[in-house]
């Protein structure tokens, strides 16, 4: 059983839309991590989310972590095609940093 | 080395084979990390260091998978008689700190393991 569930699996969308992808957990987190992944390359953090309901903005990208600090939601407005890569949600877990299972996005021009 | 360096960043290797795959963190990071990633797949926990403290090995899959830290600085993750299902990319990250939200874990570009 996967700590950290990520929605969807795989997302393929057009340049110019918007997406949504979750991390869903039952465990409450003090903090919670947004990752992004290039083929060939190691996870490049994006953000930290550490207070229920905070929402952080990091250019056309816009990360929540729920009010219960059990969830959170990666937003991407107007997706351009570098944005493609592998979004991985990461939270601490008995010290050690446990990943999701990752979002495959491509954005096809 | 600026980042977090791996090597090889290739390797093939026989079943049955031992091989060993090395890590140099950055400079003055207390705080090393292992994680396996199977093709578009999320990263598995393995095992990380902290300082002098014990390793927290509870990822690791077998006992033929081992690492050591020498020096609190260069690591190395030994997996002796490889089998298919090792293959992956076998990542190694960094931090000053350990588990402090704050700090930021840097990776490495990762070592691609293929067993034939």
């Known amino acids: 059983t996967q700590l950290l569930e990520q929605s969807p699996q795989f997302l393929s969308i057009q340049e110019g839309e918007n997406l949504t992808v979750y991390c869903n957990s039952s465990?409450?987190?003090?903090?919670l991590q947004w990752y992004r992944q290039e083929p060939g390359e190691g996870p490049v953090l994006l953000v930290t989310v550490v207070t229920g309901g905070e929402v952080k903005k990091l250019k056309r990208l816009t990360f929540q972590f729920g009010d219960a600090r059990k969830d959170s939601s990666l937003h991407i407005t107007a997706a351009q095609p570098g944005d493609t890569g592998l979004y991985l949600c990461a939270a601490y877990k008995g010290g050690k940093l446990i990943f999701g299972q990752g979002t495959e996005l491509s954005v096809k021009p | 080395g600026a980042g977090v360096s791996q090597s090889p960043s290739n390797k093939v290797t026989e079943k049955g084979k031992d091989v060993e795959l090395r890590c140099d963190p950055i400079s003055g990071h207390t705080a090393l990390y292992w994680y396996r990633q199977s093709l578009g797949q999320g990263l598995e926990f393995l095992i990380y260091f902290q300082g002098n403290s014990a390793p927290d090995k509870s990822g690791l899959p077998s006992d033929r998978f081992s690492a050591e830290r020498t020096g609190g600085s260069v690591s190395t993750l030994t997996i002796q008689r490889t089998q298919q299902e090792d293959s992956a990319v076998y990542l190694c990250?960094?931090?000053?700190?350990?588990?402090?939200?704050?700090?930021?874990?840097?990776f490495g570009e990762g070592s691609w393991l293929t067993v034939v």
């Open positions: 465990s409450v987190f003090s903090s």
């Open positions: 990250a960094s931090s000053l700190r350990w588990t402090a939200p704050g700090d930021t874990i840097y």
